[in-house]
């Protein structure tokens, strides 16, 4: 089975100013990595992914995640945040089979002030 | 491209009564997942279908709970009856068959349907 756990449930930083959103997971299996975005009243959508190779992936946005194997963790980073950025961030992982479910962390709620 | 399409977007009830959550997923994608997202327990898989089977239901609380899948472009979810517990919003994702060539890893979310039981 696998878990994941989300360190912050709330994040609360100034407008242009770095921000990390903590994620680490446990697996007995390989996983795809994963965040997603949930902005207020709405779907969620895939912010960005890991599944192999580089362990630093980006996201069109300025987010970037690196998958540390030996620490299990899958923190999120952007270097200088917009008011745009507040939302939910959820962590999750999937087994690498394909077309398997995700699991989902509790999700960070990042609050940009301006 | 149409997204994944889920009606009603808000749905109130009285407790005992029926509700069906419907959900169309992107064409051409074969897997179907419901979750459910609340405050106390976050967004937790109920079941999802591949190929228009079911696969793994053990996320399905109580018998009160089911699913149904009757082809590639549709799915229903039942409560009957429904309990104020169940208040919640209920999403659908799907994602592609590895066959397409497309990111079968990656699962595509409706807006999801709000759930308000009285």
């Known amino acids: 089975a696998q878990s994941v756990t989300q360190l912050d449930s709330q994040v609360p930083v100034f407008e242009e100013a770095p921000v990390e959103l903590r994620c680490n997971y446990s697996?007995?299996?390989?996983?795809?990595l994963f965040w997603y975005v949930q902005y207020p009243n709405q779907g969620l959508q895939l912010l960005l992914k890991y599944l192999s190779g580089s362990t630093l992936v980006k996201s069109i946005n300025g987010f970037e995640a690196e998958f540390n194997k030996s620490q299990t963790s899958f923190h999120l980073r952007k270097p200088s945040v917009h008011i745009s950025d507040t939302a939910e961030y959820f962590c999750?992982?999937?087994?690498?089979?394909?077309?398997?479910?995700?699991?989902f962390g509790k999700g960070t709620r990042l609050s940009v002030i301006a | 491209d149409a997204g994944v399409i889920q009606s009603p977007r808000h749905e109130v009830t009285e407790m005992g009564q029926e509700v069906t959550l419907r959900c169309k997923p992107i064409?051409?994608?074969?897997?179907l997942f419901w979750y459910r997202q609340t405050m106390m327990r976050g967004l937790e898989l109920l079941i999802y279908f591949n190929n228009n089977v079911p696969i793994d239901d053990s996320g399905m609380p109580e018998d009160r709970f089911s699913a149904k899948m009757p082809n590639a472009s549709f799915s229903t979810l039942k409560i009957q009856p429904s309990e104020p517990r169940d208040s919640a919003v209920y999403f659908c994702?799907?994602?592609?068959?590895?066959?397409?060539?497309?990111?079968?890893?990656?699962?595509?979310f409706g807006p999801g349907t709000r759930l308000t039981v009285l």
């Open positions: 994702a799907s994602s592609p068959p590895p066959s397409s060539g497309g990111p079968t890893d990656t699962q595509y």
């Open positions: 697996s007995s299996v390989s996983v795809y």
């Open positions: 064409s051409g994608h074969n897997s």
């Open positions: 999750a992982v999937s087994r690498i089979s394909g077309n398997t479910p995700l699991v």
